[in-house]
């Protein structure tokens, strides 16, 4: 069965840095794009980040760019999102999504989800 | 970027009923048009890719339509395990894909 299990979501203070996991399983992960993408209290779901299969392509959101950074270690099937210099408004449920890419690009399956809250 | 809107943003309907959400590009996307489809507490779930490609395991009652900037998805006979949170999502500018707003499904 594929697939995606995030961790390391939690309530950080503003300013701070949280680093969220995706654990990948039942597929060849290093064969695969991968995104996170965020979806705060009640609203809709917004893009934050890609990475290459081999992880030396990568993209963020505007509303991101400069404080969080993607990383993936394909020997141990796992996607990474460091978060840095979080604020309020990037509290959501975060998830991880594998990308399909043929010809039309796609998610799925798309992880449970975890929360991260920024407050004091 | 290109902008992505849904209509309506939420309605109300019936065992039975036939249900139709409409998703508009800023810009002509071609096919590259995906739905999904999301559950109080859970993750999105993908339904429909490439405008009207039904992914493997999804009802046949669910169905997508559209070319270039004007989309519909449509459950031909609303059930009640399809109430929940529809979202459109363009990949014509992939990685940096935009989602809609979202349209709520709800019991009438």
């Known amino acids: 069965e594929v697939q995606l299990v995030e961790s390391g979501g939690g309530l950080v203070q503003p300013g701070g840095s949280l680093r969220l996991s995706c654990a990948a399983s039942?597929?060849?992960?290093?064969?695969?794009?991968m995104n996170w993408v965020r979806q705060a209290p009640g609203k809709g779901l917004e893009w934050v980040s890609y990475i290459s299969s081999s992880g030396s392509t990568i993209y963020y959101a505007d509303s991101v760019k400069g404080r969080f950074t993607i990383s993936r270690d394909n020997a141990k099937n796992s996607l990474y999102l460091q978060m840095n210099s979080l604020r309020a408004e990037d509290t959501a449920v975060y998830y991880c999504?594998?990308?399909?890419?043929?010809?039309?690009?796609?998610?799925?399956?798309w992880g449970q989800g975890t929360l991260v809250t920024v407050s004091s | 970027d290109i902008q992505m809107t849904q209509s309506p943003s939420s309605l109300s309907a019936s065992v039975g009923d036939r249900v139709t959400i409409t998703c508009r590009a800023s810009q002509s996307i071609s096919s590259y048009l995906n739905w999904y489809q999301q559950k109080p507490g859970k993750a999105p779930k993908l339904l429909i890719y490439a405008a009207s490609s039904l992914q493997s395991g999804v009802p046949s009652r669910f169905s997508g339509s559209g070319s270039g900037t004007d989309f519909t998805l449509t459950i031909s006979s609303l059930q009640p395990e399809d109430f929940a949170t529809y979202y459109c999502?363009?990949?014509?500018?992939?990685?940096?894909?935009?989602f809609g707003p979202g349209t709520k499904v709800d019991i009438k």
């Open positions: 039942g597929f060849t992960f290093s064969s695969y794009e």
């Open positions: 999504a594998r990308g399909i890419a043929v010809a039309v690009n796609w998610f799925d399956p």
């Open positions: 999502q363009q990949s014509y500018s992939t990685p940096r894909i935009t």
